[in-house]
């Protein structure tokens, strides 16, 4: 091969090498921030279990990224089988800030439009946003148990696992 061709066969390698090793930076990324913040809720209610009213959801967020600060925006609850929004809470949790490495205790306000039974819960969907618009899809599978997917479960046990391993992620 003459020195030419081993030039090119050279440069495209190195071309080559180059997108992989920043495509493993873009995916390590992507992960992170995929599994930085987590969001468990249970729901608080005045009265009986019977008649409950000013039903309302207490949020337990987990910050777990090392240098990142989020800050809370709104709630809104929609039903399974509906597209209308039940209500939109813009102003109980707006600004609250979610430090890097902290879990913070969030309780919204009443839902307005939920007063009855703790029955009406079952097949709500609710939605937290972000001030930088990212939005968290809480679908409890029953009062306020957190319900993953496949891969959010694979990679929530993922970053568990290289974290026991003290394998720096950030």
Known sequence: MDFWKQVAVDFVGNVLAGFLLLGGYILAQWFLSATDITIGY??????????????????????????????????GYLRDTQQQPIDIDNKSVWGIELKPGTITHAEAAPVKNLTGSLSLLEGLQVHVYLQN????????????????????????????GLEAGAVPME
């Open 42 to 75: 249970a729901w608080k209610f005045d009265g009986t279990m019977q008649a409950a009213f000013n039903i309302r959801p207490c949020f337990d967020i987990r910050n777990r990224s090392r240098s990142k600060t989020y800050y809370l925006a709104n709630i």
């Open 133 to 160: 618009g990212r939005q968290f899809w809480l679908r409890g599978t029953g009062l306020g148990a957190l319900k993953m997917g496949r891969i959010q479960r694979v990679a929530f046990w993922l970053r568990k």
